[in-house]
């Protein structure tokens, strides 16, 4: 089982907000799913997770955002 972390770029709103997508590839079949609540700008995305912002930009909800991406992850490698 693989598994990653991708921007559905298609999907960008009129804040620029671009939800994040969890992809899993299981003996070559792909299941996509988008992470409830997840939205970020594509400006703030590196390597599969948020960053934070510079101090003169507003809150980006980093912290609460990776939090729920790892949580996925960790439910991901139970089940595998």
């Known amino acids: 089982m693989q598994y ?3 921007l559905r770029k298609d ?4 804040d620029g907000l671009i939800p994040v997508r969890l992809l899993i590839t299981v003996n070559g079949e792909r299941a996509r799913k988008n992470v409830p609540g997840v939205k970020v700008k594509l400006k ?4 599969e997770r948020i960053k934070p ?3 003169n930009e507003s809150y980006n909800f980093h912290i609460e955002f990776n939090d729920r991406l790892d949580k996925l992850e960790s439910k991901l490698k139970a089940i595998h």
């Open 11 to 14: 999907k960008i709103n009129k």
């Open 53 to 55: 912002n510079l101090k």
């Open 44 to 47: 703030d995305w590196k390597n």
């Open 4 to 6: 990653s972390f991708t």
